[in-house]
């Protein structure tokens, strides 16, 4: 089952909001391919608000619309995983772990776009530490 009865989950309400929905897409089109808006983008603290924004995900009830999940998956795709320094801001961070928990307690319809995104940060061997080390926050494993 999925956390987000309580603590740090999305509302319904939020997770359908055209202002972030715009925000997050609107974030993906600006790093797209233009690495000085990645560099700013890192410089903003925008690397840290989207793992943030995963692990809100994470707490979120399963049942709540994806809308937005999507919408910040598609943004770290675009911002941070082309981008060396801003994928080891996040690695560092603890996005790897993020994602993880994430991929452990979201909506089926996000599995598949977690797992390509983990693809594409895993091509970087230097990434891999951080996909071993994690631990299953619900299982210990």
């Known amino acids: ?37 990645s560099r700013l983008f890192r410089k903003a603290e925008g690397v840290a608000t989207l793992k943030g924004a995963v692990d809100a995900l994470a707490a979120t009830d399963p049942a709540v619309p994806i809308g937005f999940g999507a919408a ?17 801001h996040f690695l560092a961070g603890g996005g790897m772990e993020s994602l993880l928990n994430l991929l452990a307690h979201c909506n ?5 776009v977690i797992l390509s995104l983990m693809a594409d940060i895993l091509e970087n061997p230097k990434t891999h530490l951080f ?8 299982g210990g494993r």
């Open 131 to 138: 996909f071993h080390e994690w631990r299953s926050v619900a």
């Open 108 to 112: 089926p319809t996000l599995r598949p």
């Open 72 to 88: 910040a998956l598609s943004a770290i795709w675009r911002c941070v995983v082309p981008d060396l320094k801003n994928c080891a």
């Open 1 to 37: 089952g999925g956390g987000g009865a309580g603590g740090g989950g999305i509302h319904p309400g939020a997770s359908e909001d055209p202002v972030r929905l715009g925000a997050a897409a609107l974030l993906a089109a600006l790093c797209g391919g233009h690495g000085g808006n």
